[in-house]
């Protein structure tokens, strides 16, 4: 038997570390070659880690939301054969994670857990989970995989009171079922005035701020903190788009998306942008340097399990409605499916934020950083409106809109905006 080292890949596009989102697998664990291992999200995407090697994993290094360099040995593998063992000079100690769990249950054994001190780290792991007491040590966090996560928080229990027998004390959908066959899933009382029973909630789950969510954060902030936002509204009615719109769906060619309003208006930005070329723009304020684009990539924000991404539609200046919708599709449902690839997920010159069917009358939507300005798109519906004198019932959609005043005066994102606001109402100039 050997140690196989696996130091931190090269992911490419220049990518020199990574953040762990989620290690997949736990000291003692046995895995395949090819088996997921690591989750590491980069500047760029979220990319799975397959293991290089059939083996028993004996040391990882590094817990969700540290940041691991390129080549860095990042865990170890009991292998046949020699392995690698020298690979592991590079380890930094001091970054250990899950391993240290493992010998942080040990030091403070319950007397229904282990009866005397024993050399062996998995020992204190072996006895059955019904054991009331937690067998880890305070402030270890619970390790679990996401499905045993995610049937606990339905079942509103917190997994630092479960029982783990797993390595490292890792809890498995059996030691839950333990748990809750214990009666320990929660407290009821009897209504007072002989109504149905109520259950009194007092858990608590307090969630560390990493991967995805961490990278929106950052984004967030330096976005908000270093762009002097403003903002612009302004109502279109979209009777005639939304006429054109069912005509185009009804007559479409065989194997066409159904269009909805977004594909009109990004090809309504494309007619607008090329008009007002300083809205399509990114600015480096660190370089103090305005680039301006003739290229139109329009980032779609899109929501998912996951958190938000904004996916890209390239080059839409060479589209017609058609391509637009389906290569929208495409990259959208990349994305939901967590199948976007980094392509997919950068490049972009503006971006459309859209709250679909959660509409609203007006939003501040903050600018995809480097990018100058952000249009949101408030759902259709009718509404009373004058026309001519009269109240008439028209179809309204509300647009709001976010620029970075550094670069965008405000009368040059009011503009974008009207002339937007223009094409939409008149969609057959849409396509002149």
Request: aromatic residues 4%.
């Amino acid at each position: 038997m050997g140690t196989f080292a696996f130091k931190m890949p090269d992911i490419g596009e220049g990518v020199v570390e990574g953040e762990v989102v989620e290690w997949m697998v736990a000291v003692g664990d046995t895995v395949k070659e090819d088996d997921p291992i690591l989750s590491v999200m980069t500047d760029k995407a979220t990319v799975e880690i397959p293991s290089p090697v059939d083996g028993t994993v004996t040391k990882v290094v590094g817990e969700a939301g540290d940041i691991l360099p390129v080549g860095v040995v990042c865990i170890e593998f009991e292998v046949d054969g020699a392995g690698n063992a020298s690979a592991s000079d590079d380890a930094p100690a001091a970054k250990e994670a899950p391993a240290p769990a493992a010998k942080e249950s040990k030091p403070e054994p319950t007397p229904e857990v282990a009866p005397a001190p024993t050399p062996a780290p998995k020992a204190a792991a072996t006895p059955a989970p019904a054991a009331a007491p937690v067998a880890r040590a305070p402030g270890t966090k619970a390790l679990a995989s996401p499905a045993v996560r995610q049937r606990a928080r339905e079942a509103n229990i917190s997994l630092d009171h479960v029982a783990g027998s797993g390595p490292a004390g890792r809890i498995s959908h059996a030691d839950l079922d333990a748990h809750i066959a214990g009666g320990a899933s929660g407290a009821s009382r009897a209504a007072p005035m002989g109504g149905r029973a109520r259950t009194e909630l007092n858990g608590t789950e307090s969630m560390k701020v990493i991967g995805l969510r961490r990278k929106i954060a950052d984004s967030m902030i330096a976005s908000y903190s270093s762009i002097p936002h403003f903002s612009y509204f302004e109502e279109v009615d979209v009777t005639a788009l939304e006429e054109l719109r069912q005509h185009l769906n009804a007559t479409r060619p065989e194997g066409a998306p159904k269009l909805t309003y977004l594909p009109f208006i990004m090809q309504a930005l494309v007619k607008a942008l090329a008009q007002r070329p300083e809205c399509n723009a990114l600015y480096d304020d660190e370089a103090n340097v305005v680039t301006r684009h003739e290229a139109i990539n329009l980032g779609i924000a899109t929501q998912t399990d996951r958190g938000l991404f904004v996916p890209v539609v390239k080059h839409v200046e060479a589209m017609d409605i058609w391509q637009s919708a389906t290569e929208m599709g495409r990259v959208t449902g990349a994305t939901r499916d967590g199948k976007a690839g980094v392509e997919d997920l950068t490049g972009s010159t503006f971006t459309i934020t859209s709250l679909g069917r959660l509409g609203g009358l007006g939003a501040t939507p903050i600018i995809n950083k480097p990018e100058v300005g952000i249009l949101g798109v408030h759902n259709a519906k009718d509404r009373a409106v004058v026309r001519d004198g009269a109240v008439v019932i028209r179809r309204m959609m509300n647009l709001s809109s976010s620029w970075d005043h550094r670069v965008v005066d405000g009368h040059d994102g009011a503009t974008l905006v009207q002339l937007v606001k223009t094409y939409l109402e008149n969609p057959a100039t849409i396509f002149m």
